[in-house]
């Protein structure tokens, strides 16, 4: 799990997505830099638990994450 050094927080250019296995079109994503480092101080409490239980149940729910650009808006 990547903690940065409280005066460094990853730029979030990128989402940190976890595809369902069972449910087509269902996924978590999270915000990241590019290197998929995911800031859990930067997330809600649910979103905070919605990543750690991504990542404790992939290969059984979820999927190996993938990285991917984030959605530009505008």
């Known amino acids: 799990m990547y903690t940065p050094h409280p005066t460094q927080t990853p730029r979030c250019t990128h989402q940190l997505r976890f595809a369902s296995l069972f449910h087509a079109g269902r996924a978590l994503s999270f915000p990241c830099d590019a290197a998929g480092r995911v800031p859990l101080d930067g997330l ?4 905070r638990n919605n990543y750690l239980f991504a990542r404790a149940v992939v290969g059984r729910d979820y999927g190996v994450p993938v990285v991917l650009p984030a959605a530009e808006h505008g």
């Open 44 to 47: 809600s409490e649910r979103g």
